[in-house]
């Protein structure tokens, strides 16, 4: 992680989600170690409200790819990486501003996250990041054309009533920060072949978290 530095007051509002290869569901978001030993996903934030200092960041979508092995949550994780993918139609000013944030050193949560996680990133790029997400959550996406594809829908059961969606409130290990309440899915797709990364499955874990996050305290 690059150290924090002096930067605007910024704040963001927004989707995340995630597909990985963890049985449902997975077990990072309670701090327990991965299903298999080690994990290998795709995160997806997209922005429905932003701004960094003067620099407006609504609708923008930011995307990762990150593999690890053990528990990221009590630092026994090892072979942490990662590769980012930023919205093309982002400006000069916005891409700054996004990989600021993203990148930790605005501070905020990011900058938290990173610390813990610290990945190596293989790469980074610009490109077109089309996310889609059910106002009704049942349902959400994320697609970067011959690259990266994570669809999932809301999980649901035999005893699961009909529109009611299955949440945890209170994760001890969400990737968005405390206060936000989970949302289970599975995985229809979970695919990526970029800088490294190759994997193609169905039927594994996804989750959607709200974000609501300011800096760069």
């Known amino acids: 992680m690059t150290e924090t530095t002096t930067s605007p007051t910024w704040h963001l509002v927004g989707d995340w989600f995630d597909t990985c290869k963890c049985a ?3 077990p990072c978001t309670f701090a327990q170690p991965p299903t298999y030993g080690d994990c290998e996903g795709v995160m997806a934030w997209h922005i429905r409200e932003g701004s960094y200092g003067d620099v407006r960041l609504d609708g923008l979508n930011f995307l990762m790819l ?3 092995t053990g528990n990221v949550w009590a630092g026994t994780h090892t072979d942490a990486y990662a590769a980012a993918f930023i919205d093309e139609r982002a ?3 916005q891409r ?3 990989h600021a944030i ?3 050193q605005a501070g905020g949560w990011p900058a ?6 610290s990945p190596e990133m293989r ?3 610009f490109a077109p990041i089309r996310v889609e997400i059910d106002e009704d959550l049942g349902s959400w996406s994320a697609e970067i054309p011959d690259r990266v594809t994570a669809r999932a829908e809301a999980l649901t059961g035999p005893t699961t009533p009909e529109g009611v969606r299955v949440q945890v409130h209170n994760a001890p290990g ?3 920060g405390p206060g936000q309440i989970a949302t289970w899915g599975c995985a229809t797709t979970h695919q990526a072949d970029a800088f490294g990364f190759s994997w193609n499955r169905s039927g594994v874990s996804s989750k959607h978290f709200p974000f609501d996050w300011s800096g760069p305290d």
């Not at 938290?112 to 996680?117: D, H, K, L």
């Open 123 to 125: 790469g980074m790029d």
């Open 174 to 176: 969400s990737e968005v």
């Open 66 to 68: 990150a593999s690890f």
């Open 24 to 26: 449902i569901p997975c």
């Open 112 to 117: 938290q996250f990173s610390e813990a996680f």
């Open 96 to 98: 700054a501003a996004l």
């Open 91 to 93: 400006d000069e000013r």
């Open 102 to 104: 993203f990148g930790g």
